[in-house]
């Protein structure tokens, strides 16, 4: 079975605070991908990376980086985390074409 | 530009009755289609997908989905439902990019 997970289920930081999000997969996927989930929005992609050091802007970068140095591994960074980044992220994964995506239970992060 | 458009927000529904979601979605091109369900405090899964072939696509625990392209429709049904199934149901459209473009959700409620 494909698996991703993430580094943290719950996470709170400060307003300002830099914040790492890390998601590895185990199958060898080309793609991997970081939504934000919040309530009566659905899911919004921040970024997406088709292979290592490759990455591309999704639908809400501002305010997110992204860093991919091995295949398996893409992290989610939030420079300077302010209180409008509060959300659910989910980190997901799928191999080159459309394919199916695999998801990560998610990181509640709450910035105070 | 791809859309997804999930036309209830919320659907009650009593133990062993049949349920029907609505997706419509908009796109210029040839589309794939997904359904996804989130179960409370975890990721996404996948139920169902359209690629190509039969328009009738049959999923895990008994959900199945109609493609009908004239209608710009996807709609997903179960013929009965079990308290189990409360869930977050994701309707997603992509049109073979890698991308995917998620609806904002319906929250199925199964009442006793």
């Known amino acids: 079975d494909v698996k991703v997970t993430q580094s943290s289920r719950y996470l709170v930081k400060r307003t300002g605070e830099k914040v790492f999000l890390e998601c590895v997969q185990d199958?060898?996927?080309?793609?991997m991908f970081w939504y934000r989930q919040d309530p009566g929005l659905g899911l919004r992609l921040i970024y997406f990376?088709?292979?290592?050091?490759?990455?591309e802007k999704g639908d809400i970068p501002e305010g997110y980086s992204v860093s991919r140095e091995k295949k398996e591994r893409f992290s989610l960074i939030l420079e300077s985390a302010s209180t409008n980044q509060t959300s659910m992220y989910l980190c997901?994964?799928?191999?080159?074409?459309?394919?199916?995506?695999?998801f990560g239970p998610g990181t509640r992060l709450t910035v105070l | 530009a791809q859309s997804v458009t999930q036309l209830d927000s919320q659907v009650p529904v009593f133990e062993e009755a049949p349920v029907e979601l609505r997706c419509n979605y908009s796109?210029?091109?040839?589309?794939?289609l997904f359904w996804y369900v989130q179960y409370p405090n975890q990721g996404l899964q996948l139920l169902l997908k359209?690629?190509?072939?039969?328009?009738l696509v049959k999923g895990i625990n008994g959900f199945e989905a109609e493609f009908n392209k004239s209608q710009t429709s996807f709609h997903l049904r179960k013929p009965s439902v079990h308290i189990s199934d409360t869930a977050e149901y994701f309707c997603?459209?992509?049109?073979?990019?890698?991308?995917?473009?998620f609806g904002k959700g319906t929250r199925l409620h199964i009442l006793p």
């Open positions: 997901a994964s799928s191999l080159f074409g459309v394919n199916e995506q695999f």
């Open positions: 199958m060898d996927h080309e793609n």
């Open positions: 990376s088709y292979d290592v050091k490759m990455k």
């Open positions: 796109s210029s091109v040839s589309v794939y």
């Open positions: 359209y690629l190509s072939g039969s328009t």
């Open positions: 997603a459209v992509s049109n073979r990019d890698d991308k995917i473009i």
